[in-house]
T-cell receptor, first 112, second 116 residues
C-alpha cells in the first residue's frame, strides 16, 4: 500500500458524460500527479500540482481539467467523454518536486 | 523531448534465474533521474529502484540492481534469483526537474514472466 488513495476504483459511463476522479496523496506529500494508461498510448503524464498550484502539464486534453484543494487532495475532471478516454487513470504523489512518486491503485474508466 | 525505449516487449525465464531488462533513453539534459517501476497483475505501480544521473555508482535494492551507462544512455535492470512474484510489467522511466516541476516519461514496458 503506497498511501495514495483513489476513488472510485471503477467507473462506467456513456459518451458525452462528465466524471470526476478523486485522489488523496500520502500524508505530508505536497505534489500530486495524474497519469493516463491506455493500451495504445501507454503511460502518459497529464498534469502536476504542487501545494495547490499547477506546476507542469503533459498531454492533457482541453476536455480534461484538474485541481488541488487546500487539504491537498486532487480531482481530475473529464468531460465530453469519448470511447478513446477509456483507460486506467493513476494519481501519484511525492513529498517535494524532486522526490520519487508513489502511485495510487488507479481508477479504471470505461466509456460505453 | 525525452524518449524512453524498452526494446523487449516480453521476456520469460525460469524461477531462480537472473534476468536483465533493457532500457535506453534520449535526452540532452545532464541532470536527471531514472526509475524502474513494476506493475503486477493487480495494476498497482510499484517503485523498484531509482538512479540519480550524477551518481556513478549503480543503485541496488536487494535482488534488483541497475547497470547505468550515462554516455550510452542505457539503464538496464537486473533481477537476481527471480521469484514467481516478480511476474509483472516493468516500466523504465526518465525524470527531469524543471523549475520546481517534474515529469515522468515512461517506456512502453516489458512483460516479464517467471515460470516455476
Amino acid at each position: 500500500d503506497s498511501g495514495v488513495t483513489q476513488t472510485p476504483k471503477h467507473l462506467i459511463t456513456a459518451t458525452g458524460q462528465r466524471v470526476t476522479l478523486r485522489c488523496s496523496p500520502r500524508s505530508g506529500d505536497l505534489s500530486v500527479y495524474w497519469y493516463q494508461q491506455s493500451l495504445d498510448q501507454g503511460l502518459q503524464f497529464l498534469i502536476q500540482y504542487y501545494n495547490g498550484e499547477e506546476r507542469a502539464k503533459g498531454n492533457i486534453l482541453e476536455r480534461f481539467s484538474a485541481q488541488q484543494f487546500p487539504d491537498l487532495h486532487s480531482e481530475l475532471n473529464l468531460s465530453s467523454l469519448e470511447l478513446g478516454d477509456s483507460a486506467l487513470y493513476f494519481c501519484a504523489s511525492s513529498a517535494d518536486y524532486n522526490d520519487e512518486q508513489f502511485f495510487g491503485p488507479g481508477t479504471r474508466l470505461t466509456v460505453l | 523531448a525525452q524518449t524512453v525505449t524498452q526494446s523487449q516487449p516480453e521476456m520469460s525465464v525460469q524461477e531462480a534465474e537472473t534476468v536483465t531488462l533493457s532500457c535506453t533513453y534520449d535526452t540532452s539534459e545532464s541532470n536527471y533521474y531514472l526509475f524502474w517501476y513494476k506493475q503486477p497483475p493487480s495494476r498497482q505501480m510499484i517503485l523498484v529502484i531509482r538512479q540519480e544521473a550524477y551518481k556513478q555508482q549503480n543503485a541496488t535494492e536487494n535482488r534488483f540492481s541497475v547497470n547505468f551507462q550515462k554516455a550510452a544512455k542505457s539503464f538496464s535492470l537486473k533481477i537476481s534469483d527471480s521469484q514467481l512474484g516478480d511476474t509483472a510489467m516493468y516500466f523504465c522511466a526518465f525524470m527531469k526537474l524543471i523549475q520546481g516541476a517534474q515529469k515522468l516519461v515512461f517506456g512502453q514496458g516489458t512483460r516479464l514472466t517467471i515460470n516455476p
